[in-house]
């Protein structure tokens, strides 16, 4: 998804607005000039100042569509490919604390694995080494303490 | 005299020895993991050392630190994943070398210029320490501000094809840091009622999100294509030292220096160091359209720059017990713990400690030539890999890291959320380093504005009637003509 000078000057010019009209909310240091706002209220009107150089490009570069599809969401299955990949993290997110990493990470190897055609045998074999082996480094070596979930202590 | 000997006497022990081996190689598979800082090596050596005596104890974090450091560069130079931020700076100039078959020459040159800058450090340190650190106590909240406008200033000249876009880039950065309570007057700002978000947001896993998670789904997408156009043999990296000792000692030596005069300020490390060096490097080549495009010159510099800092990052901590980065922080703790209480008196009463310190940081930069060899033979198994197998096998790395970080699933969102940006921002040509600057420096230089500004009770004039600040403040108004002139005159030239 591209966007164009005019499309992305558009998003900055109400980020930076919003930006700077939050800042107006903060409170300011009793006797000071310049608190905790005058930080965001820079950074938004720099956006702002940006969005007018797009605006000032777009207008330059004449009628070009808002938003372009880029060439590689054309391919089948690349759309699929990111959205799943997302997918894949947000799953870990919400299950790795009662599931457990081991089993999670099982899952979302093999589901990508299979996604990019890896074949059967192959995915479950990389599926399962590269859990343990993470399992192993991060858990006992780095003493990362990673979920168990429903999984028991695995003997290392 | 009496004591350097004593401090060989202390250093060529098998103990210190072997353990400073082993802490060379535990930082060298740390750094090469994408995601893993040089840092957060460190930060693990901490409750090894416990056991360890002082003198070990110290050179195990010296050695890990200068390993994790250099072999940031692999995974940046074979996958375009930095492997610390440090690496970051010149990242996509070492992968488009290898897209062009040179890989051995870049990595040949982030091994060979490694040691050097990090020897030169050590010189540095060695030699000037005192003084230098002394020149640095000088500096108040004026002389970091316009540091910082300096580093960010340079954030937008690194790979910016347009300067609108890095100012964005830069300005989406700076937004970022200013979330949380870290700002001087400990308001709350973007948080949203979330009490993770008030903590602000944690630079590993926001990285790990925007250069690795952005990567595995532009892979993803492609359906994840064998490496095509890239070589996988990394031939003998030892090709071309003497070429380019000759043909790069300017840059080098710049890079040296730049380094360890940005090391040798507290707060600013090899990250900056690098970003720093590459975009002067960029800007005084006589060749600057090669930038970008796989032209060693950048990154010869750069990489001198971040093992040069990280080695005088030391000064200011050893001498007066201010850390001159995250790693050398982590550092000042364990030498209170060892008994090695930074300051002056260190060495007044230890001089044979500090000697063997010294010796350490010589030995690590002779070492890491050939451990950084042999790692870089075990990496072209990274390449081997096919990238279906390796693409889902990173993005579970880059899950646990995230998870590392703070050891809470709100890393993990944020390095999604981070990915996402990352991608969106590739996919329009936005660039992605200066964000990367701006979360880093963005509250350096808020925290000094405030500052600043509470001393002067408002008066803007305050940051120029300082002589230091002064200068820096003419130094950077130069590099904005210089910048203003040459997209001037480089878009007259277009037109006509």
Redesign the interface.
């Known amino acids: ?3 164009s000078d005019t499309m ?1 000057g558009t998003v ?1 010019l109400f980020l930076g607005a919003a ?1 700077a009209v ?1 800042a107006r909310t ?2 300011a ?1 009793p006797g ?5 706002a ?3 209220t820079l ?1 938004g009107l ?2 702002v100042a ?1 969005a007018l ?2 605006f000032a ?1 777009g207008w330059q570069q004449g009628r070009v569509a808002l938003v372009t599809r ?1 060439e ?2 054309r ?1 089948p ?3 699929l ?2 959205f ?3 997918l ?3 799953a ?2 919400f299950l ?2 009662p599931v457990g ?1 081991v089993p999670v ?1 099982f899952a ?2 093999l589901v ?2 299979r ?4 074949s059967w045998g ?1 995915a479950i074999f ?1 599926a399962v080494a ?2 343990l082996v ?1 399992d192993y480094v ?1 858990r006992s070596l ?5 979920p168990f979930g429903v999984m028991p202590r695995l003997p290392w | 005299m009496d004591a350097i000997l004593q401090a060989f006497g202390l250093v060529f022990t098998w103990q210190v020895l072997t353990t400073v081996t082993a802490a060379a190689l535990f930082g060298l598979l740390v750094g090469a993991v994408p995601g893993l800082t040089a840092t957060m090596a460190t930060a ?1 050596l901490v ?1 090894l050392t416990f056991f360890m005596d002082p003198i070990p104890a110290v050179g195990a974090m010296v050695t890990c630190a200068a390993m994790a450091i250099f072999a940031g560069d692999i995974p940046g130079a074979l996958l375009r994943m930095p492997g610390t931020p440090a690496s970051a700076a010149y990242t996509n100039e070492a992968y488009a070398m290898t897209r062009k078959g040179e890989a051995e020459t870049a990595l040949g040159a982030c091994v060979l210029f490694s040691a050097i800058g990090g020897l030169f450090g050590t010189i540095v340190l060695i030699f000037a320490a005192p003084a230098l650190a002394e020149f640095a106590l000088n500096f108040s909240s004026q002389e970091y501000f316009w540091m910082a406008m300096l580093g960010l200033t340079c954030a937008t000249f690194i790979g910016a094809a347009s300067p ?1 876009k890095g ?2 880039s830069l ?1 989406i950065g ?2 970022v840091a ?1 979330v949380g309570l870290k ?3 400990g ?1 709350p ?2 948080t949203f009622g979330s009490t993770d978000l008030m903590a602000g947001i944690d630079f590993i896993p926001a990285m790990i999100g925007l250069f690795a ?1 952005s990567e ?2 532009r892979t ?5 294509p064998s490496w095509d156009n890239v070589q996988v043999r990394v031939g003998n990296i030892f090709r071309d030292w003497g070429g380019m000792l000759t043909r790069y000692w300017r840059q080098q030596i710049r890079g040296n220096v730049t380094g360890t005069a940005i090391g040798i300020l507290p707060g600013a490390g090899a990250d900056v160091a690098a970003y720093v060096s590459y975009a002067v490097s960029r800007r005084f080549s006589r060749t600057p359209e090669k930038y970008g495009t796989g032209h060693v010159e950048g990154i010869v510099e750069a990489t001198s720059s971040n093992n040069a800092s990280l080695s005088s990052a030391w000064v200011p901590a050893l001498v007066f017990g201010i850390p001159g980065d995250t790693i050398t922080a982590i550092v000042i703790g364990v030498l209170y713990v060892k008994g090695l209480n930074p300051g002056p008196t260190l060495f007044l009463f230890n001089p044979q400690t500090i000697y063997a310190v010294f010796l350490i940081f010589i030995l690590a930069n002779l070492l890491m030539i050939p451990l950084g060899w042999m790692v870089i033979k075990l990496a072209r198994g990274l390449l081997r890999t096919p990238r ?2 390796l ?3 990173i ?3 880059c ?2 890291g995230a ?2 970080s703070n ?1 809470a ?1 709100y890393g ?2 944020i ?2 959320v981070f ?2 940006l990352g ?2 921002m590739e ?2 040509d936005i660039p992605i380093a200066p964000c990367i600057l701006g979360i880093v420096i ?1 509250p350096i230089l ?1 925290h000094n ?2 500052t600043t ?2 001393k002067s009770d ?1 008066s803007l004039l305050t940051f120029v009637n300082r002589p230091i600040a002064a200068v820096l403040a003419v130094a950077l108004a130069l590099i904005w003509v210089s910048v203003i002139y040459t997209t001037f005159r480089g878009r007259r030239a277009g037109s006509t």
Do not use: D, H
């Open positions: 998804m591209r966007f992305l900055l930006i939050y903060l409170p240091v000071q000039q310049y608190g905790a005058a930080f965001p950074i720099a956006m940006c150089v797009l490009k880029t590689w969401t391919q299955g690349a759309l490919a990111v799943v990949t997302v894949c993290v947000i870990y997110i790795a604390r990493f990470s979302i190897l990508l694995f996604l990019l055609s890896v192959k990389f590269a859990t993470t991060f780095l003493l990362v303490p990673l | 693990l409750p609108v100012m964005v300005l700076l937004l200013t700002n001087a007057s308001v700002r973007f998670v595995v789904m993803m997408a492609a359906g994840a279906s197998i693409m889902p096998i993005l579970v790395f899950i646990v998870f590392a050891n699933a993990i969102v390095m999604l990915g996402l991608f969106f996919e329009n963005g808020e504005f405030i500004m509470i408002g």
